[in-house]
Every structure is written in C-alpha cells, then in structure tokens.
C-alpha cells in the first residue's frame, strides 16, 4: 500500500491567494481527518470525515477554510483568501472504523503565505 | 477539554544512555498511542495501549500505561541517533472519534 499520499509538498503563495491541499486516504479506510502543525501550537484537528461526511469541523479556524470529501479515496482542504498567518504544516490521515486512534498519516504539506 | 503534557518538551543525550519521556493528563483515556516523527515527515504510528497497567515493548522501546490510564511513559534504553525525532504522545476516548494529541517532547540523539 502506498501511504496517504499528500500534493503539494511544499506551497509558496501571496498572501489573498487561493489554496488548494490535496490528499488520498489508504484504500479502506473509512477516517479522513486533517491536522494543522506549528511550533507554537502544536497538532491541531482542523476538520474530519467519516465515509466521506464531515463530522466535526469545529477546528477549522474560520470561514476562509473548507474541505470536501467527494469520494473515498480523495479530500480537499482550500484556503480562500489565505493570510501569512495560514503558513504551516498541514497533515492528513486516516484510519478505519475498527482502530479509529490508529491513525496513519501523510507526509504533510508545508504552506508558506507571503 | 482534554489535555495531554509531555515531559521534558526537549531532550538531548549521547548516543548509548537511557531515557524516559512521560505523558500525564488528569483525564482518562479509553486508549493511548505514542507516534513518531521524524522531520519532512508526518507522525508515524509506534504503539497503542489501552489496559491499564499494560507494558508494551518495540525493540529497544518500553512504553507503559499508567494503572489509572491517565499518564504513560516511553522508556529507550541504549538510545541511538536513528531514535531522534519529535515523540507525541495521543489520547482516545470512549464515544469521542478524535485523538487528542500531547504537547511533544523533541528528542535528540547525540552520536
């Protein structure tokens, strides 16, 4: 099996841009979720779905974030406009129903905001 | 809301010697799982344990569930550079689908 795979692995943008983060989860499993890390607050639950229905998307920080989950094996999270404040390291992972804490994740990507 | 600390947040020693970083919250969790990571990388899965009490060991790794499984610990012995990484310690718990991840603790391996 592949991994989850993450695109881009490395994002350079002007900050009112609009951002696009791209993952696909290991076939199977059923748990999309997307994290955010920084130095100063660590990993952060954004948003997470469950056969392809988000959940809970309490953690996304405001309006200027979405994600979709259009099938099982693709998810999107989009940034509009993005702010230099947005500059991170954006995971996903996923996991399936039968060991949900038993999260696999992506290689992340690194998001710098201008 | 749950919180998982991590201690100590940064850890430098010589290649060889032993070590041991704690994970303690004053909730309990239905489940605790240590994670690696490494940099450029995202966190990789080392362990899951959920009986309390429960030791459990990878190699050179001891991990520990705290009888109350409110706290864990991660033991190496005879450390080695290749063990250098950011370790977060994760939290589950019964009828909530989310992890609740520890705050870290950067681990150096000096050879």
């Known amino acids: 099996d592949a991994g989850v795979i993450q695109s881009p692995r490395h994002e350079v943008t002007e900050m009112g841009q609009e951002v696009t983060l791209r993952c696909k989860p290991i076939?199977?499993?059923?748990?999309l979720f997307w994290y955010r890390q920084t130095m100063m607050r660590g990993l952060e639950l954004l948003i997470y779905?469950?056969?392809?229905?988000?959940?809970?998307d309490s953690g996304m920080p405001e309006d200027r974030f979405s994600a979709k989950m259009p099938n099982a094996s693709f998810s999107t999270l989009k940034i509009q406009p993005s702010e230099p404040r947005d500059s991170a390291v954006y995971f996903c992972a996923s996991s399936y129903s039968g060991q949900i804490y038993e999260q696999y994740f992506g290689p992340g990507t690194r998001l710098t905001v201008t | 809301t749950q919180l998982l600390e991590q201690s100590p947040q940064f850890l430098s020693i010589q290649e060889g010697e032993n070590l041991t970083v704690y994970c303690n919250s004053s909730s309990v969790f239905s489940s605790l799982q240590w994670y690696r990571q490494e940099p450029g990388e995202g966190p990789v899965l080392l362990v899951t344990?959920?009986?309390?009490?429960e030791v459990k060991k990878l190699k050179r790794l001891t991990f520990q569930f705290g009888d109350a499984r409110k706290d864990s610990s991660l033991h190496i012995t005879a450390a080695q550079p290749g063990d250098t990484g950011l370790y977060l310690c994760?939290?589950?718990?019964?009828?909530?689908?989310?992890?609740?991840f520890g705050t870290g603790t950067r681990l150096t391996i000096i050879p």
């Open positions: 994760a939290g589950g718990d019964f009828g909530n689908e989310k992890l609740t």
């Open positions: 779905f469950n056969n392809n229905v988000p959940i809970d």
């Open positions: 076939s199977g499993h059923d748990y």
């Open positions: 344990v959920v009986t309390g009490g």
